[in-house]
């Protein structure tokens, strides 16, 4: 059972950063003091995956190469996030703060942010920041720039191998792993991706120190976090919230009274029913989530829902792999197909077993992660498949 | 075709001849016309010496990149189900009804397309849409109504 | 062993080279796994998912072709979950395709339905998809049909097309359930950069890329009384045909080919071998001339380095990427083409035939044979020159069409007049063979001797490497030709299309100063032409080079000049190299194409 309540932080947004105070003070650290720093913090990626951050930067910067990159990843997808466009436009020195600080640990002289093409309005003004940013850059004497790289209407460059793809000018279809990010990246160099929120958290933990954002959340998911909050929701919007806690006290906050369901992160992730509020966690303990919280209540058809997911997927596959090109497309003729009793109940488990194939066979997470909700929700609601 | 030619080129000058080029360069063809054409494309692999295969074959991955004629403004309305939930139904309903057209298609003047898209990232305020690069967000009949009679009055 | 890494397969240890994939190791160890997309002359993929294998300790499935082989690593390839995923994995593919197995070209040679077969697939376990899709079969093409309904989007062909051959006709287009394989806004494959080298289809696991057959029309010629159908058989063919009907990779067939052919009912079974050793002469006579033209003449139009044009691929290949050059191309056909040229001139008066009522039919290794036969510049005989071209694979249909025991055949010789060649003819059929045979001929031309090696292996432009180059000093040469007194002719030798573009590339620059080069369109030559019979693998294409240096050694003749017949047609018909006459049946022009 959870011990965490939950509680409102405030951290990412917080207005009394200096940012370029906290920038120079940490530039003056060594990049083993920083390093140090990130990885006691225990923060774990915040873009739904959870790979411990200091990690990867640790990995980068044994790599002997010298030309290595960081990249923000701001190729927010996932239905039902939207925490990186309001970062990006409420504290995008932050993010380009976590970004240098990142290639003073690595190594790293240049820096690129991917932006979903769907926030290409939030270009012009990022650019301005970044021509302040610069400018503290060299006052301070860091070798560091940053670009603004534009993507183009396709969810799986949020998968970080296809985004090299795509920055590199080509389909965004991600590589086989090995080799990873931290070996060979953004044009095969050693390389950094990080989220938008992961970048932000590492330069706040700069300024408030490990110790701080330790005390929050729990032992396996440290800190607070961003949550996207949406559906049926008197409230919807963004949220710092601690991690750790109970769905059930999640639900309280946030309900219309009636929640009979939550999708926690997005369609990628897991649907958790009404019976199962109080013993669901939200952390990497738990069920993690890229902040994507999108309530259902008992008005909705929990049909239509995953019948607008696995649409989704279908589309946005990149197409490489069978398991996962060709499963999206019977897994939505499928459900389709029973609904109309074309075909038998019976087929749904039939459905469920290539859910799970594509699980441990398709080539990235994309193709992996379509059994989460697929599953999560006929388990839960089968009869709203069939009836 | 002149046009075309001197367009792709002046976006080769400006982003370079690389195959790291090759998107900022449809990105600003679409900017210009809304689509990339045949000869658009053809013009593109010329300039870089890729392939033009190829370059269909990128430019086809991206949803925002059309190699299929499109209007003037480019509506895209998000079809996720929060927005969904939101009445996105209705407001398509309603823009339908006044561009007289049904989604995936273009006006007769050229001037309208009107398409679905995935996640916009405005869950919190569904249903939202795009015009061309601008966003509009919790979309009601009365809402599309004006802005669509804005967009019509200013071309 | 230095850098091993040492993993168990099957509970049997194994150790590989560092590198080197679950794959690798598998095969070291005899155990197979099915793959689809992986292809051992291709970079690996990972798309299919056949090849999923069990680590363990990993939740995840992994593709054995695509992770390497890590210290310490336990895998299973028979596993319960590895059953399960490749079982699933295949009937995804299944019902993507149109599985009409018995209207499929590719019927039992195809390696999704080898498959489907070895899993017992008796019910599809999943949903039709086919009936959603709507696929599309390109038949325009003379070479190559593309009908998408077969595809299973296992991209080895875009990987050939790009890294073998830097064409890139093909590519991947669109995503998610649209995704397909495409050509520039899906033009048809006869209107794009396509060269028809067929080295899709080579690789193509299924009836997606296939060549087009004449079989029927062969057929009904055979049948016409009133026809007299001449077949000639290209160089290569000879030391592969025989792999599709049952033999070893490298085994010669050449007078069980001519018995097969006359059993098939063709009238007059003839060589291209011998229109090779005519080329040797056209070719060699227009080099010498071109550097006569260029070192005496000081003539600037004359462009060197001269280029071979046997290759039809590649000549085409030219005509799209490189248009500047093609006054460098050598105006000599191709030795199909002037075969056609002289079957339905020179051999026909010979002969007392009736050009009208003549057939010319092509035994190729090659899928461009098909589309250059068609080329409007080939018809100066009065006629189409070559009415039909066959691939290897399609004559080896043809013999089992006809119950013939090939490997029982007796060894039978060509007919005469046009079936007559030497070795240097006969190796043609490998990379480097052209210029080897034509520097037999042309080095012997201008110092009146044998060129200066052993058994007059000129091994310097033998073998696999993408781009060779040999250098040959002229010393003490004959009067009429002082002009080349003490030069150092230059040649180079490329094969596959993409060691084509790094040679035009390095031409280009100026940074290569060659006399002559050879470029053959498929790697290795035509022994890995388009035509072959598929498979085709490193392993297999040396083999097969190996057989026809094994062939060139065995001939009587090994230089084109002293081939009786060909000294007999200059005699009797043609005068010398070059003459008019070889100039309006042998020589040709090309043109320039779209890059798209």
């Known amino acids: 059972m959870p011990d965490k309540k939950l509680k409102r932080v405030d951290i990412i947004f917080n207005e009394d950063c200096n940012c370029n105070e906290v920038l120079t003070n940490s530039l ?92 290409q309005f939030l270009k012009a003004d990022l650019e301005k920041s970044l021509e302040e940013f610069h400018a503290v850059l060299k006052d301070i004497g860091f070798d ?127 649907c958790v029913p009404r019976k199962k509020f109080k013993e669901t966690i939200i952390g990497f303990e738990g069920v993690p989530t890229g902040g994507s919280m999108m309530l259902f209540n008992s008005s909705r058809s929990m049909y239509n829902v995953l019948k607008n997911y696995v649409e989704f997927f279908e589309e946005e596959s990149c197409g490489q792999c069978t398991p996962c090109r060709v499963g999206c497309q019977q897994l939505k003729k499928g459900i389709e197909a029973i609904k109309k009793g074309e075909k038998s109940a019976s087929y749904l488990k039939t459905l469920q077993k290539l859910a799970e194939t594509m699980k441990v066979s398709s080539k990235c997470g994309l193709g992996q992660s379509v059994a989460n909700s697929f599953s999560s929700i006929v388990d839960n609601f089968k009869e709203e498949m069939i009836y | 075709m002149p046009e075309i030619k001197e367009l792709v080129t002046g976006l080769a000058d400006k982003h370079g001849r690389t195959r790291e080029s090759l998107l900022p360069i449809l990105q600003g063809i679409i900017t210009e016309e809304r689509f990339i054409s045949d000869d658009a494309l053809t013009e593109v692999a010329r300039e870089l010496d890729i ?57 007769k003047d050229k001037n309208f397309t009107l398409l679905e898209t995935n996640c916009l990232g405005w869950c919190h305020k569904g249903p939202a849409m795009l015009i061309n690069d601008d966003v509009f967000t919790e979309l009601t009949e009365d809402k599309i109504t004006e802005i669509i009679r804005d967009y019509m009055r200013n071309i | 062993m230095a850098n091993t890494v040492n993993i168990k397969i099957d509970g049997i240890d194994v150790s590989v080279e560092a590198g080197k994939t679950v794959l690798d190791a598998a095969k070291k160890l005899n155990i197979h796994i099915p793959t689809l997309c992986y292809h051992e002359d291709l970079c690996v993929a990972g798309n299919c998912r056949v090849c999923v294998v069990e680590q363990e300790g990993v939740n995840n499935l992994v593709a054995s072709c695509a992770i390497p082989a890590q210290k310490g690593m336990v895998i299973h390839t028979n596993s319960h979950k590895v059953r399960n995923a490749r079982r ?40 039709d998809l086919v009936p959603d899709k709507n696929y599309t079969t390109d038949k325009q093409s003379p070479s190559i049909i593309k009908d998408d309904s077969k595809c299973i989007r296992c991209q080895r062909c875009v990987r050939t097309c790009h890294d073998l051959q830097h064409v890139s006709a093909l590519g991947v287009a669109y995503k998610g359930d649209h995704m397909k394989i495409s050509t520039f806004f899906e033009h048809p494959m006869y209107e794009v950069v396509c060269t028809n080298c067929g080295q899709c289809v080579n690789r193509c696991p299924t009836g997606a890329l296939i060549e087009k057959n004449y079989l029927d029309e062969v057929w009904d010629a055979i049948y016409d009384e009133d026809k007299h159908v001449i077949v000639q058989t290209a160089p290569a063919t000879r030391i592969a045909l025989g792999e599709d009907l049952g033999m070893e990779s490298g085994s010669i067939v050449t007078g069980k080919m001519a018995a097969s052919l006359r059993r098939l009912g063709f009238d007059s079974v003839l060589d291209t071998d011998f229109s090779a050793d005519l080329t040797i002469m056209e070719e060699g006579t227009e080099l010498l001339t071109r550097l006569k033209k260029a070192l005496v003449d000081k003539d600037t139009s ?15 290949f030219l005509e799209h990427t490189y248009p500047d050059y093609l006054d460098n191309l050598s105006t000599c056909k191709s030795p199909q083409q002037m075969f056609g040229a002289l079957a339905k001139t020179y051999y026909a008066e010979k002969k007392g035939l009736d050009p009208d009522k ?112 040999a250098n040959i000093k002229l010393e003490n040469v004959l009067p009429a030709w002082s002009f080349l007194e003490g030069v150092e002719l230059k040649t180079a030798v490329a094969h596959g299309l993409t060691n084509a573009h790094q040679i035009m590339e390095a031409i280009h620059k100026g940074e290569a100063n060659y006399h002559f080069v050879e470029v053959m369109g498929c790697p290795g030559g035509c022994i890995g032409g388009g035509g072959q019979p598929i498979p085709t693998t490193p392993e297999i294409r040396r083999k097969r080079a190996e057989a026809i240096y094994r062939e060139d050694e065995g001939m009587a003749v090994r230089k084109s000049h002293e081939n009786p017949e060909v000294q007999q047609i200059y005699r009797e018909f043609l005068g010398e190299p070059l003459s008019d006459k070889s100039h309006w049946l042998l020589h040709t022009h090309y043109v320039k194409r779209k890059r798209v």
């Open chain 1, 28 to 119: 003056k650290k060594s990049k083993d003091e920083i390093l140090k720093e990130i990885l006691d913090s225990g923060l774990r990626g915040r873009g739904g995956a959870g790979f411990p951050t200091g990690l990867k930067w640790k990995f980068a910067s044994q790599e002997a190469e010298k030309e290595k990159y960081v990249v923000c990843n701001a190729d927010e997808g996932e239905p039902g996030t939207f925490k990186d466009r309001e970062i990006l436009t409420r504290v995008p020195l932050k993010v380009f703060g976590g970004m240098a600080i990142c290639a003073k640990v690595i190594g790293a002289k240049q820096g690129y942010v991917y932006l979903r093409g769907e926030y």
């Open chain 1, 144 to 270: 560091f720039q940053i670009k603004i790289t534009m993507g183009a209407g396709a969810y799986i460059c949020g998968e970080e191998s296809a985004l090299f793809e795509s920055m590199e000018g080509n389909r965004g279809e991600p590589r086989n792993k090995p080799p990873y990010p931290t070996v060979s990246g953004f044009r095969n160099k050693p390389t950094v991706i990080n989220n938008v929120e992961t970048l932000v958290d590492s330069f706040m933990i700069c300024r408030i120190g490990s110790q701080k954002f330790m005390e929050l959340g729990t032992t396996d998911s440290r800190g607070s976090k961003l949550f996207s909050i949406s559906g049926d929701t008197p409230i919807a919007g963004i949220y710092e919230l601690e991690l750790g806690m109970a769905l059930e006290d999640f639900v309280e906050e946030f309900g219309d009274g009636d929640t009979k369901a939550v999708q926690v992160g997005g369609a990628s992730g897991f």
């Open chain 2, 51 to 107: 392939s033009a295969a190829l370059v269909y074959g990128t430019a086809t991955f991206y949803s925002f990149l059309d190699t299929k004629p499109r209007g003037k403004f480019v509506i895209r309305i998000c079809r996720t189900i929060t927005c969904d939930m939101k009445g996105k139904k209705q407001i398509i309903n309603t823009l339908e009804d006044l561009l007289k057209i049904r989604v995936g298609e273009t006006t």
């Open chain 3, 88 to 127: 699933h994995v295949v009937e995804l593919l299944l019902s993507e395709h149109n599985a009409d197995c018995t209207k499929c070209y590719k019927n039992t040679k195809c390696e999704l339905q080898d498959l489907a077969s070895e899993m017992v697939i008796n019910e599809h376990m999943f949903m």
């Open chain 3, 302 to 316: 004359v462009k060197l380095p001269m280029f071979t044009s046997c290759s039809p691929g590649w000549v085409k």
């Open chain 3, 358 to 469: 003549i057939v010319c039919v092509s035994i190729m290794p090659c899928t461009a044979k098909k589309f250059e036969a068609n080329r409007p510049e080939m018809r100066d005989s009065g006629y189409q020159d070559v009415d039909m071209g066959l691939t290897t694979r399609e004559l080896a249909v043809m013999i089992k069409q006809a119950g013939i025991d090939f490997q029982e055949l007796p060894d039978e010789k060509f007919d005469s007049l046009m079936g007559e060649s030497s070795g240097a003819a006969v190796i043609f059929g490998a990379t480097g063979g052209v210029m080897e045979a034509a520097l037999r001929t042309a080095y012997e031309i201008v110092t009146g001797r044998e060129v200066p090696f052993k058994n007059l292996n000129i091994t310097a432009v033998r073998g696999m490497e993408g781009v060779r180059e």
